[in-house]
């Protein structure tokens, strides 16, 4: 979040994220220029598994996304992975 919010009786800054509880009414009220995320939904049936900036409860899903990353790469963008149009032309490789 960039500027700032009051979330019922909380102030919360730059940088900070809140986690409110489920099915309780609270008041949002935001600064003028400020930015946020809200995301919100029921609660995963599954534990997440996390490898790198590759998130999935599956871990064939994960192992895919890596090797998709790889051949990005090594291909200067795919159609899963494509090259970010513009001046970024660098591609992080998946840590060791």
Known sequence: MTGEAKIGD???GVGRMAVLEPNVDVPVVM???TKAVICGGAPMESPRKINWN???SDAEKIAAARADWTAAIQAGGTARFPAVP???D????LPS
């Not at 660098?90 to 490789?93: A, D, L, N, T, Y």
Request: proline fraction near 6%; hydrophobic fraction near 50%; charged fraction near 20%.
């Open 10 to 12: 909380t102030i919360v």
């Open 31 to 33: 600064a003028l220029g």
């Open 54 to 56: 590759f998130v999935s």
């Open 86 to 88: 513009g001046d970024e």
């Open 90 to 93: 660098e591609w992080i490789p």
